[in-house]
């Protein structure tokens, strides 16, 4: 009886743990979008925040002690400085803190003393996409758009069609930007959608690269999606859970997609080519550096892709050595192939 009445004891602390976890996760989630809504109304929309944070036109990292929230020191010193256009390819064995540095830029981990980090004033100037991207049950064009709203892309579409902008995001431009990364099929039937790992066609794309305030656009202004397929923007409208109709590789050419639609300075891209064709990702690259011309922070494997880097940042660390190194110089990819 008493072996019993102890039992029933520990599942009742776990269930309360559990609950109370939950009750504190809700909490947070409360707070975390009452922030996200109020800084929408404002034109100080940061990113990070702090004692030990400035804003500038670049992302620097000086002097930076990487520190888990447990207070166990990954990194005893991080510096280094990406201005745009000044891709920095990121490498180094698996718990030397390469995530860790996203995790701070993220505001996710604090920017412990003596470091100071500068980062851009927006934080829609700084875009992650990780290994697997999220996606959700809804539209096609939701998919793209996230996390804009719905009623955020009306209202850009407005704009830009008012003040007589040259490129209109509308939904035309998405088409487009689906050819971009070989997914015109996904407007087709959503039945009809093949979660293959087809990426290893890695047909070729005809984009040139161009350059100037539009840059981006007239690749996509220039070229019609072709074909003897018809593809209207109804496909868009399609509701799908797409996470179970895709494949890994479909999925992280959608998220390329949605980074081309948003177009930030900076993109943080960890693994996230990483089941795409190698031709294919190269294409992606190209297009995200040259076309759209986003300053790219990667962490990827594949020495194809260094040539679209500017900068290293190596991680290391020895078998005896307590704290791992991070070294940071130019990058000059044919030589180091």
């Not at 990954?74 to 995790?103: A, E, Y």
Request: some cysteine.
């Amino acid at each position: 009886t008493q072996g019993v009445s102890s039992a029933a004891s520990d599942v009742y602390k776990r269930q309360v743990q559990y609950s109370t976890s939950l009750y504190e996760f809700d909490v947070s989630l409360k707070e975390i979008n009452a922030l996200s809504t109020n800084s929408c109304d404002t034109s100080e929309d940061h990113l990070i925040e702090g004692p030990n944070v400035s804003y500038g036109e670049e992302i620097t990292f000086d002097h930076v002690p990487v520190v888990t929230p447990a207070g166990n020191t990954l990194v005893k010193d991080l510096t280094f400085s990406i201005k745009p256009g000044q891709s920095l390819l990121v490498i180094g064995p698996n718990g030397c803190g390469k995530s860790s540095l996203f995790r701070i830029l993220g505001g996710l981990w604090e920017v412990r003393d003596p470091g100071r980090v500068t980062v851009p004033s927006s934080r829609r100037q700084v875009f992650y996409l990780p290994q697997t991207s999220y996606f959700t049950y809804g539209t096609l064009r939701e998919q793209i758009l996230y996390p804009d709203s719905m009623a955020e892309y009306h209202e850009k579409v407005e704009v830009a069609r008012s003040s007589g902008k040259v490129v209109v995001k509308d939904d035309f431009y998405l088409l487009k930007l689906l050819k971009l990364v070989h997914l015109e099929h996904l407007l087709a039937n959503v039945d009809d959608v093949s979660s293959d790992e087809d990426e290893e066609e890695g047909d070729e794309l005809k984009f040139e690269a161009v350059s100037g305030s539009n840059a981006g656009t007239s690749a996509l202004e220039n070229d019609s999606l072709g074909g003897n397929t018809r593809f209207t923007a109804s496909g868009l409208d399609k509701v799908a859970k797409w996470p179970d109709i895709l494949s890994t590789g479909e999925q992280q050419r959608l998220a390329m997609a949605r980074l081309y639609y948003h177009q930030p300075k900076f993109a943080v891209l960890d693994e996230c080519t990483s089941a795409i064709s190698p031709d294919l990702e190269k294409e992606c690259y190209r297009i995200a550096t040259k076309t759209f011309h986003i300053t790219v922070l990667s962490v990827c494997h594949r020495t194809a892709l260094w040539r679209f880097h500017n900068y290293i940042l190596k991680f290391q660390k020895g078998p005896d050595d307590e704290f791992a190194t991070a070294l940071f110089t130019r990058f000059d990819a044919e030589k180091r192939l």
